[in-house]
Every structure is written in C-alpha cells, then in structure tokens.
C-alpha cells in the first residue's frame, strides 16, 4: 500500500480512538456531574473554581488580555511535573497529566483526550465546558468564537513547546487577534503565596555501579555526534529534565516519582555550563563536576534562572545551536536567531539514551526480577484478603508500594499507582483517594498498573484479574488483549522499523470484533529516570526501533461504566535468531523483561492460537527461571508455591481456530512494511 493511503487507513482504523462523541442526555450517575440538572449536580470530587477564576479574570483584564491558555506541562515539557508547576490542576480541578486551558472574561474550556474524558466529568465544576479533543484546531476555533476581533490572546511562552506555539500562530494569523507572549505568568500570580514553594532538596551523584559508563565518556560521545553532523553545530541545549541527569550520572527529586531536578545544559565544543540550583549539589556532586577543571571537561555551575541570559550571550557568536524542538520551549528558542539553530526533534542526548548498553540493559532485567517479587507478593495477599471485603483500592495501592520499598536498590514508586477495581478500570490513568475509594471485590475485576524506581532501573507493569466469575464478555476482551501483547510481543522485523508500523499487531485481536483502546500502544522506560521515556515508542514521532531500547507493550479495553482491561509487559528490543538473512541488519524482535503471570481465570483457550500458546508456555517458563530463585533466596515460600502453580504450562491441544492468526499476522506486516518503506 502506498503511503498516502495507508495514512488514510490509519486515521480511519483509529478514528474511533480520537473522535468527540455526540452530546448526551441528562446523566444518571452519580460520579459524575450534571451541568444540565437544576440546580447543577457535581459529585464530591468536583473543584469549586468560581473564586480562581474571578482572581484570574482580574489579572487577564489589568494585562489587557481577553483569553488565557493554559498548559499541564512546565518549562521543560515534562509529563509528569511537581505540584508547584500543576497550574492546569490548580486552577480546574482536573489531575490528568495531559490537558490543555482556556479562559476568557466570561468562559472557560478544558481540552482533555479520551483517557481523561470521565475523569474530567468527575472533576471539573460547571464553570468549564469539556472539550473531547486535544487539537489546537479545536482550542483556535473556540477561541475565534470567543475572543472578539482584536483581542489578545496571552500565554507563558516558556510553557510551550516550538511547535505548538506555531501552530497557535498560524491558527490566529490574519484572525485579527493577537497571539501575546508574557513571560509573567498569570496564573502564578493568581495562585499567590499559596503556591507551592521550589525544591531545596540534594541533588546527588548516581553510584558508579549504577551507570551505564561515566559522564565524561558520555560528554565525549556527544561532542562526537557534534564533529560527526553534517551542520557542525558549536553547541547543544539539553531542556530535558531527564537529560542533563542522564549525561552528568545526576539524580533528584523535584518531581514525584521522577529522580531529575530543575536544571538546563549548554554543552559546547570546548566548555559545559550546568544550570541548576548550585546549593543543592551534593559535595559528591560538585567534586565530580568539577574534577576536569580547568579544561574542556569542566563543569561550570550557574544558577538555574540564568540560563536565558547565558544562551542570548552566546548566541551573538558565530555559533550554531543544536536543540530538540520536543523538549525546548519557545521562549527559550526564541532567544537564538533563526540562523543559528539547528532544529531537530530531539537532542543527541535523548537519542543517544534511547539506547541502553549492555551494563544498563542487565541492570533493567535485574531490577524487573526483583520488582517481580513485590507484584508475586502483592498478588497473592490480594487472594487471601480480598475474599474478606478489607481492601480497598487505596489501601491495595499503599501495599503494593510497600512491598516495592521492601525490595533493594528501591527508591520507591515510579507513579502514582492505579489501582481500579470494577466501573474505575474503565478510566485508563484512573489513581484512588482516602477519601473516595472502592472496596475490591470478587465479583469485579481489578486492574493495577504500577511501577518502581531502583538505583539499576525503572519498572512499569499492568494486570489485570478476577477472582470470582467473568462475564463471557470480560473473558473475551481479555483474552483478546493478551493476544495482542502476545502478537507484538513475538513479533520479528526489520531494522530501522518504526513502531507505529508495528503497533497495529497490538490491536488485530481487538479489532476482528470490533473492539479497540484510545490510548498508545507504548513508551520508552529509563534506567531510574522518567518511567515514560522519549523517543521509544509506538507514536508516530517516536524513533525507529534500534536494538537496546526499552519499551512497553500494553494494549487494552474499557467499557465504560463497567470494568477495564489492561495488560503491560517492558520488553528490550534485540537481534531475532532467524533461519535468513536479507539485508546487512540483522532482524530485530522483543525480549520481555516483566516477568509475572497473567491471570488463568480470565484466559480462554480457545481463542489462542498453537503458537500463542507455545510462547505464554515458553514466558512461563522464563518466569520460573528467573524468578522462582529469588523468591527463594528471600525465603518468600508461600509465593514460590504460587508461582509454580500459577505458571503450569498451558496444553496446545487447547487452542482453537484462532491458528489461522498467524498467517493474516504475517500478510498484514508485509503490507504495513511495504506501505512505510521501512
């Protein structure tokens, strides 16, 4: 299939994924609010916002502004960001990590995807109106309708990425209104002093036996992607959070469940300069960095806030800049001229991440066998007490936390865990409360996707189970969903593939009967770093797979209002062991890393193909290898028992007409693969 329409089939296979729905009747449930009822219904976990906004409307009319957008991201487009730069969760109620504000002198929208789309309806009061979209077309248009000709439209610059605020320029461009940058950002001053205040905590040296190698071979790496590029750039910015610790083997914690700290590099062909909270470096930390000094190895410490200033001055040299528009916000590009950059979508850092070595790869495969233990652990208390009604989906979180710290090397959660049971589930990034928390039962299914982070690897695992009777429904959509882990899983392909060629196998079991899931497919996974990592992944500005990269494989499905489906496994990519060759690369395929069983009760049989079977069989019995020891050697007998039991090899002779799977799986790669060039 040619490009242009196997693009057009793309859209359409997915478009079920990202179209808004019809408006709907008056709801009857009480979890979420109803703006239509008289007077207004808004559940419990509803923010009253009316007062935030009036503060912020007073701020928008002295700047002379008629509409605020507002961002989740921070200065450096982190997906997860600390609570003092939540400004979209401060001032709407939402929580979800991706989302998008507008306010104007009289009306205010949310803009959310379809992960969030029921968690907004609990959240927001009905001073918002919820768009079921993310597109900067949608927010351009409502503001169009909404600002009068001549308007201003303001927003922070050094909040949004190089692209988006194009995207809003173009949309504006010849409207008559006026995309306004301020640099003061309004919703800090309406937050005041009851804003959270910065960081102070260390920043620290990662030990040496947990690095893939020591910065300086890394600085010298990247330097020779410099010497190496055709543009020969003098200098690269690093905005990344998760950069500037990867190159200097730096962590810290000014964000939850993220080991990184505020902070910004210019790396130039002779010198370094760090951008940081100077004061919070660990004596360790500041000896290493300045260990090379004087010389082209020594680190220079400036003041975070500096950064701007310093990139300004450098920039009136005969310089070339070489930046990630992904992570690099305007207000910062904005500071270099156009001439002087040299724009690519991300740094040679992040690229070069992307890619672990052979010690970073062992040391992700040993922190997932231990991060197996607590997750055996977990499980099998979640057998004993569910069936007593005393677990609740807060506490099963706490817990599973505590036996993740409980494990070496751990640092804690790698996110706020999810832990769902019954109609919650159906909310993709669903996290429970104290306050508002569903009991587990045995008559619901449950799902939790957690992680941990450890000094050798960050760790992000999904499953789902049901300890009583699934309805024939719920044990077709999860067999179905583990078909298409299994099917991407097992998958072999060509080097250089992008993953969203591929991503579609995740998704065939699901789509022969008219199911399918509105998130991705996948993400990167960091060596205790971001538990979401970029570039690697199944999107289509992720890069193409290499051998080395981490990356989850977790499809699902939601029905909403009833129960959710979701089963997420780390794999590594690495070389296929196959019969030919063509080509001088060889092929390429997954190694999963996560190794804990999926639940029997809600696996049929018959659905499965031989070579499905064959390969949940041959996981098993990694599992055992690699697992089975370590639970012994923490003399954790009840589990290793649970564990051989529940790893019992599966009989072919099960398997049912699904066989034929295999040849449509291979027919359907050779038309993806075709289609792209990869």
């Not at 401060?90 to 949310?110: C, E, N, P, Q, Y």
């Not at 990630?324 to 305007?330: D, L, M, P, S």
């Not at 910062?332 to 992307?354: D, F, G, I, R």
């Not at 004993?384 to 804690?412: K, L």
Request: proline share 6%; with cysteine; glycine share 8%.
């Amino acid at each position: 299939m040619s490009p242009p329409l196997w693009i057009a089939a793309w859209a359409l296979l997915l478009h079920g994924c990202a179209a808004g729905r019809a408006p709907r009747a008056p709801s009857t449930r009480s979890d979420i609010r109803d703006c239509s009822a008289e007077p207004p219904y808004l559940p419990p976990t509803a923010t009253n916002t009316t007062a935030r906004l009036a503060v912020l409307r007073g701020i928008l009319r002295t700047h002379g502004a008629h509409a605020y957008i507002v961002p989740s991201t921070d200065a450096h487009m982190s997906e997860y960001i600390s609570e003092r730069d939540a400004r979209l969760g401060w001032l709407t109620g939402f929580t979800g990590s991706a989302g998008t504000a507008v306010v104007t002198r009289d009306k205010a929208a949310l803009w959310t995807d379809s992960r969030y789309w029921t968690q907004a309806e609990r959240e927001l009061d009905c001073n918002w109106e919820l768009q079921r979209t993310t597109s900067i077309e949608s927010i351009a248009t409502w503001i169009l309708k909404e600002v009068p000709a001549e308007g201003n439209v303001s927003l922070d610059p050094f909040l949004f990425s190089i692209d988006t605020w194009n995207s809003y320029s173009r949309a504006l461009h010849g409207s008559g209104r006026t995309l306004l940058p301020l640099e003061t950002n309004l919703v800090d001053q309406a937050w005041g002093d009851q804003r959270p205040p910065p960081s102070s905590s260390e920043i620290y040296s990662l030990p040496a036996e947990f690095t893939g190698s020591r910065w300086q071979d890394k600085v010298a790496g990247i330097r020779q992607r410099m010497e190496q590029h055709a543009r020969r750039p003098t200098a690269v910015l690093l905005s990344g959070l998760e950069e500037t610790a990867w190159l200097f083997n730096l962590r810290g914690d000014d964000i939850p469940y993220n080991p990184v700290f505020y902070s910004y590099t210019l790396l130039t062909n002779t010198t370094i300069s760090l951008f940081a909270g100077q004061a919070r470096l660990s004596q360790e930390a500041r000896q290493s960095l300045r260990s090379g000094c004087p010389g082209p190895l020594c680190v220079e410490l400036h003041d975070y806030g500096q950064v701007s200033a310093h990139l300004r001055r450098y920039a009136q040299g005969n310089v070339t800049v070489w930046l990630g528009t992904e992570y690099t916000t305007y207000g910062l590009y904005a500071t270099v001229p156009q001439e002087k950059l040299l724009e690519e979508s991300y740094s040679p850092v992040m690229t070069a991440k992307a890619v672990k070595n052979a010690h970073e790869q062992e040391m992700l495969r040993a922190a997932h066998v231990r991060d197996a233990v607590a997750v055996i652990q977990y499980l099998l208390w979640l057998e004993r007490t569910v069936p007593q009604g005393r677990v609740d989906e807060f506490s099963g979180a706490q817990r599973i936390d505590a036996f993740r710290w409980a494990q070496e090397h751990s640092r804690g959660p790698s996110f706020e865990s999810i832990s769902a049971s019954g109609l919650n589930a159906a909310l993709a990034h669903y996290s429970p409360s104290n306050g508002s928390s569903r009991t587990l039962s045995a008559r619901e299914m449950y799902l939790f996707d957690t992680g941990g982070q450890y000094l050798d690897g960050t760790t992000d695992i999904t499953r789902t189970v049901h300890w009583g009777e699934p309805t024939p429904l719920q044990k077709e959509a999860y067999t179905r969903v583990l078909m298409g882990n299994i099917d991407l899983s097992r998958l072999v392909f060509p080097s250089n593939t992008a993953g969203r060629t591929v991503e579609s196998f995740a998704r065939r079991a699901l789509w022969d009967v008219g199911l399918n899931y509105g998130h991705g497919t996948g993400h990167g996974i960091g060596n205790f770093l971001s538990v979401h990592e970029w570039p690697v992944g199944f999107q289509s500005n992720n890069v193409p797979l290499e051998a080395g990269m981490f990356t989850s494989i977790e499809p699902g499905y939601y029905q909403d209002g009833d129960f959710g489906i979701r089963i997420e496994d780390v794999a590594l990519v690495v070389e296929a062991q196959t019969e030919h060759q063509s080509g001088e690369k060889p092929f390429l395929t997954f190694e999963v890393v996560s190794l804990v069983p999926y639940d029997r009760n809600l696996i049929d049989l018959s659905l499965l193909s031989p070579e499905q079977i064959r390969y949940l069989n041959s996981y098993y019995e990694r599992i055992r290898a690699h697992v089975g020891p370590e639970l012994r050697r923490q003399r954790l007998e009840d589990e290793y028992v649970w564990l051989q039991e529940s790893t019992e090899p599966f009989p072919v002779s099960s398997a049912g007409s699904a066989a034929a799977g295999s040849l449509a799986l291979a027919a359907l790669l050779s038309v993806l693969l075709s289609g792209l060039g990869a």
